[in-house]
């Protein structure tokens, strides 16, 4: 069975800073390409980033120089840096595995 599951979501402060983790087990993890995506209530789910099996990335304009996004094939894990936050940012975050696999999702919530 394929997993999917994200963590490090909180409350931060405008500016702040907080990295997301996207543990997988049950597949190969280094043969899929992977994103971040986010969802914030009452608006469509959006592409956050992206990173391929080579390691290339790609990020939504609303986000660059702002967030990283990376992977960890050895552990199995993906991870979103997210720096500079704002309030605008506030969203549950879901970690993509391929193109239909889909973890359960965290919180960030960014307020004074």
């Known amino acids: 069975q394929v997993q999917l599951v994200e963590s490090g979501g909180g409350l931060v402060q405008p500016g702040g800073s907080l990295r997301l983790s996207c543990a997988a087990s049950?597949?190969?993890?280094?043969?899929?390409?992977m994103g971040w995506y986010r969802q914030a209530p009452g608006k469509q789910r959006e592409l956050v980033a992206r990173?391929?099996?080579?390691?290339?990335?790609m990020y939504a304009d609303s986000v660059k120089g702002r967030f990283t996004i990376s992977r960890d094939n050895a552990k199995n894990t993906m991870y979103l840096q997210m720096n500079s936050l704002k309030f605008e940012d506030t969203a549950v975050y879901y970690c993509n595995l391929g193109s239909n696999t889909w973890g359960q999702g965290t919180q960030v919530t960014v307020s004074s």
């Open positions: 990173i391929t099996t080579s390691g290339s990335t």
């Open positions: 049950g597949i190969i993890f280094s043969i899929y390409n």
